[in-house]
Structure formats: structure tokens, C-alpha cells
């Protein structure tokens, strides 16, 4: 079939990639020069997000419906409403907390239009949810006990949700705006300037030592790639194509390579130095620089990648699996060789990394990165490529369009989302209802800390069932964080748990929305998938309370020693688990064995002296034993 190239769907493809072009565009220049209040940025973000979004989906429709016009007089409406927003601004910021007649009805509209948004892209859930509180917030004198309050007017609640530059226009929709936002426009152009690649074979390269390498191949890859995409579902789509069907091929079962994609690429997200977006979030919800939050996220990451990794060596060797080649060939590949074919890849994250160190805001850094990347990239074709440098450039800027293109597309579902859940967030303040489930969390755990961890974590993964883990995080962070913080926790620690899980949500079932996309790859069955994805990750449950019991992991306030030795601890509590979850040290295991692993890997958790050596000694005798009896004694289990 060929393409199309006229007609309704072709011109309003047009459109939509100028659109997008713009937008990235518009974003690097006013993040990296500020041309007015940040207020004014949240709305040209909405205005942008809001008519890319409904053009698209009118572009879906094969014929033109009723629906389509409906659609086109909320795009022509959103136009004229934003365009107010903007050139009144300074008038509407002096009446703050006044509603007229025509402020209701702008407020009106903008918030069902991101309420439609984010109900056609994510569901029903989150904004049914979001109309819950906004119920709650009017009808609040009707509610007994604790959930009692004097009721919010309807003008008051437009005004909250949108005019008085709050819900629609709230804190998460700034870091949106300035901060998120950019990182998409960097990732994208990064990605589809050959970034894939590069970590593809940096990932072969790590793991062609290991009898589990396409296994192995998956988790480094997931680890390079999920770090900057932030996304499980696109860390899975994009790596696990490659990851899966390798590991089928060598002799994984379906499930088991679904699985390790689904948990690899879950773990992105809390990998430095970038952690996606939620981490840039979680700099403007806390305040906590942006450098002080990788340092801390840094070891748990690492030992997440451990425990996953150590897991799928220990299932090749009790499988037998045999190593096949890899996907990308490339003969007698080197590291010297993957730098000399992307530095110019590679420099644009040292930048990014070096930024951050200096405490430049975040999205200064990814502004800074993508400016170093597209600059590279065409000094590389223009000294590299001599003989056909016409060609390439040509090449290299449809690419660079491309990138520009990609990142609003994948962007403005998200920022639809993000300004709906802020509506939900602003009614939850205003009622202080989130003041009052945070000191009733702390209440039923009767001030025991662990149960409080307990509840903060089941409420993570609740909220992140089926939610793109920053706005499960941010909820989280609204309603659980603040009770661990006065339970006695740091600020950096509460948020960091309650974002782990909010991770970890991406596997969990009945969602599962990370398994769900790779058992689609993997031709495998989804509740199979998700059930090996919990069981493979099963540890990385447990590491959010490691941090909490160890705080040394998170380095902040820690000495040097006790670092070193908290990690050791930590990393030998999770490979007694992921021994024990596998059933296999240099022989099958016995049920007693497996639960002798766990116990060591409990006594280990605790940072007391006398456990940890009681721990070390188990471990000890153990490992000594199993060793000298798989000599000869072969095992079935």
C-alpha cells in the first residue's frame, strides 16, 4: 500500500509534526532562557498538549464523526482560551482567589478537556477518582467524623482546579513544563540519533562472560535504557524485541524471558543518573536537589541489577542453558570500539551528569545535553563523513526531526495525566483530607514503624496498578510519604520508598503492565508471565526496607565504612533470596536449604553486629557444604 499523501489524514499529519516540532522547540528555548513566569509556560504547555492530543485524535478516526467535531471546537476553544490565559496573565495573577463570570466558564472548560484527555489515554480509573475528590470537595459537609469539612463552592472549586493557576496549572504540571518534558525531547533525540544500539551492544559486550549472556544481555541493556526512557512499558517494547526472542532462542521459556525483560526494565527507573521523570518530580514536590537524589537512589539501583542478574545466571546454570550469539555481531567488539562509534552519544550524558553535580536546575541540564548531542552529532557527519557529507546531513536532520517529532507524541498523554491528577491532589489539599490519611496511616500502624512501611508500600503499589509510575508516585508521595517522614524517616528516604514500589507496581498483578507487554513478544501467557516477573523480582520487594533499616545505602550522613559495609550486607541478604527464589547454589536445592537462605537473608537486614555475624557465619558453613556436596551428590530438586 502506498503511503498517503494528501487528503484529510495526510494534511492533518502535517500538521500534527509541525506541532510537535514546535513544541520541542519552543520548550529548549524558554526552559534554557526563561522568557516569562513560569505560570505562563505551564499554559503554553497545556495549550500545546491539549491540541496535539485532540488532533491525533481526530487523525484515528478513519471517517469524520460527530466526535470529530466535537473535538475540533475543543482544540479551536482551548486556542482562544489559552491565548486569554496568556495576554491577561499579569490581570487574571492580581485577581487570585476571585472568580467572575468568565473565569468559571474558561476554568470549566480546560478542566474537562484535560479530564476527556486523560480518561480517553489512561482510563477511567484515575479520572474517576480525580471527580471523587472534586465531589468530596463540594458535598464535604455531608461526610461524618474526620472526613468532615465546611464545603467548597463550585466557582471556588473551577477556581482551585484551573483560573487560580493551581490543579491544571499546579506544581507537577510546572515540572512538566520545565523539566520532564525536556528530558522526553533528549531521550527521543538520543534514541533515534542511535542510542539503542549503542546500549545494545554495551549490554552484549557486559554480558558475553556469563553462561546466562542473552538473559544477562536483557538486564544491562534495561538498566542503560530504562534510565533515561523512565517507562517499563517503552523500556520493554523497545529492548525486550531485541531481548526476548534471543533469550527463546538460546533455551529460556517464554515466560521466564518475558519476565527478566519486564523486571529489567522495571528497574530503569531507579537507575542514575537520569531515573526518568518521576525523579525530576520528586526534586520539585521535596526540594531535594536533583544531584542528592541519584547519590542516594545510586546503591539500591546497583544492587536491584544485582540480584536480577545473579537470578538469571543462577537459572541458566540449573537449566543448563547454552549461550547463542548475539543479536548485534559485531566481530571482536570492544568498548574502544563502541566509544569511537558514539561518543558523540555518550559526551551529551557526561554533560547532563556534570551539570547536575554543579546544582544546575534539571532541566537546564537536559536542555544543555541536547544542544552538546545535536551539535556532535553534526560535527561527526561533517568531519566523518567527507566523501558523502551532503547525504548524510540530510540524513542526520530528518533524524533530528524525527526526535523533535517523537518526544511530544510521547509526552502529551503523560502531561494530560499529570494535569488531571493535579485536580484530584488540589482537592485532596484544600479538604485536607491528605494531612488527615497521612496521621491515620500513622494511627493503625499503631506507631510501629515496619507496619507503617507495610501500609506505605501496599499503598504504592495499589495507586500504581495500571498508572505510569510518576503519578502513582506522586500520589503516594501526597498520602503515604509525609506519614514516614513523621514517623521519623528523612524526607529523602520516605520518597524514595514510596517511589521504589510505585516502580514495582509495573509488575505486580492484576495490571501488570510491563509483563502484559512482553508476554505479547514473548507469545506467552500474561498471568504465567506476571506471576515468574513477581517471582524473579521478588527481592526487590524487600530492598526499600533495606535502605530504610540501612540508611547507609542511601550514603547521605554515612561515613565511608559503614557504606561499604551496609552494601555488603545488603548485597549478600538479596543473593541469599535470589538463591533461595532459585533453588540452586552450585547444585539443586533442598526445601531446608532454601529456607535456611532466607533466614540468613533476614539476620542480614538488620544492621545490629551480632545479627549480621550470626548471618555471615550460617552463610559460611552453608556455602561450604553445598559446595563440597555438589561434588557428588547430584541433585533433582
Known sequence: ??????????????????????????????????????????????????????????????????LNIIDFLII???????????????????????????????????????????????????????????????????????????????DRIIGYSSMFFRGIYGSITGISASMVFVLFVFVS??????????????????????????AQS??????????????????????GSFT??????????????????????????????????????????????YVDIIIAALLPALLYYFYVGLSVELHAQKEKITVSKPVLTIENDTFAKIFKDYFQLMLPIVVMI????????????????????????????????????????????????????????????????????????EMLVVTGVAQKFSHLMFQISGGSFILLLI???????????????????????????PALAEAGSTVLAAHLFVLFYAVLSCITPPVAVAPMIACGIAESNFWATA?????????????????????????????LPTVIYSFLCAGISLACLSIANEGYLFRKLRVAERIVMVVVAVLLIDKGLVTSIIGFGILLFLGVFLEKTSRYTPLNG
Open 354 to 425: 556534570y551539570f547536575l553535580v554543579k546544582q544546575y536546575a534539571a532541566g537546564i541540564c537536559a536542555v544543555y545535553a541536547t544542544i552538546t548531542l545535536v551539535v556532535l552529532v553534526v560535527l561527526k557527519v561533517v568531519i566523518v563523513n567527507r566523501d558523502n557529507r551532503l547525504e548524510s546531513l540530510k540524513n542526520v536532520s530528518l533524524n533530528i526531526l524525527s526526535g523533535l517529532k517523537k518526544a511530544p507524541l510521547q509526552a502529551v498523554p503523560l502531561l494530560l495525566f499529570f494535569a488531571c491528577v493535579n485536580i484530584g491532589i
Open 455 to 481: 501500609l506505605a508500600a501496599i499503598t504504592a503499589i495499589i495507586f500504581g496498578m495500571g498508572m505510569p509510575t510518576p503519578g502513582a508516585y506522586i500520589l503516594v508521595a501526597l498520602l503515604g510519604a
Open 244 to 289: 526476548i526472542p534471543m533469550m527463546k532462542h538460546t533455551g529460556y521459556k517464554p515466560e521466564f524471558a518475558g519476565a527478566v525483560e519486564s523486571v529489567a526494565s522495571t528497574g530503569g527507573q531507579i537507575m542514575p543518573p537520569v531515573m526518568g521523570a518521576a525523579a525530576f518530580i520528586m526534586v520539585g514536590i521535596t526540594g531535594i536537589p
Open 218 to 239: 536483557a538486564v544491562i541493556c534495561s538498566a542503560f535504557m530504562g534510565s533515561l526512557t523512565g517507562s517499563a512499558a517503552a523500556n520493554v517494547a523497545s529492548t
Open 531 to 559: 506471576i515468574q516477573a513477581v517471582r524473579l523480582g521478588l527481592p526487590g520487594f524487600l530492598l526499600p526496607f533495606l535502605f530504610m533499616y540501612r540508611p547507609a545505602l542511601l550514603i547521605h550522613n554515612s561515613d
Open 76 to 154: 479551536v476553544v482551548t486556542v482562544l482560551f489559552t491565548a486569554y490565559i496568556h495576554f491577561n496573565y499579569y490581570n487574571l495573577a492580581e485577581m487570585m482567589g476571585i472568580m467572575d463570570l468568565s473565569s468559571t466558564i474558561i476554568g470549566v472548560f480546560l478542566v474537562a478537556a484535560v479530564w476527556e484527555g486523560a480518561r480517553r489515554d489512561w482510563g477511567a480509573v484515575i479520572p474517576v477518582f480525580v471527580l471523587l475528590t472534586v465531589l468530596y470537595a463540594y458535598f464535604g459537609k455531608i461526610f461524618p467524623g474526620a472526613l468532615y469539612h465546611g464545603g467548597i463552592s463550585f
Open 189 to 214: 533525540l538520543l534514541e533515534v540519533l542511535g542510542g539503542s544500539n549503542m546500549f545494545m551492544r554495551m549490554g552484549q559486550l557486559l554480558s558475553s562472560r556469563f553462561r546466562s549472556g542473552p
Open 1 to 66: 500500500m502506498e503511503p498517503e499523501t494528501s487528503g484529510r489524514g495526510f494534511i492533518l499529519k502535517k500538521i500534527i509534526a509541525v506541532l510537535a516540532v514546535a513544541m520541542s522547540l519552543f520548550h529548549l528555548y524558554a526552559v534554557a532562557f526563561v522568557p516569562f513566569p513560569l505560570d505562563q509556560l505551564k499554559n503554553i504547555h497545556l495549550f500545546f498538549g491539549l491540541v496535539i492530543f485532540y488532533l491525533i485524535s481526530i487523525q484515528r478516526r478513519k471517517k469524520w464523526k460527530f
